[in-house]
């Protein structure tokens, strides 16, 4: 019983740890923009093609 005084104002920390780092996370603008990293990686590859560039062996 004496565990409790111990591992609930720890968890109570640990929550509000996870929300401050993602308080933060939406306050530097790290969710701004989700569409274009997702497609950068196509442009690389375009690039690549375009400029030949070593083959790619996962196509």
Do not use: C, H, Y
């Amino acid at each position: 019983m004496d565990v409790l005084f111990l591992l609930v104002p720890l968890s109570v920390l640990l929550g509000l740890g996870v929300l401050g780092l993602l308080a933060w996370a939406v306050w530097s603008g790290q969710f701004e923009d989700m569409e274009s990293e997702g497609q950068r990686i196509f442009q690389e590859e375009a690039l690549k093609r375009t400029q030949g560039g070593p083959p790619n062996p996962l196509d």
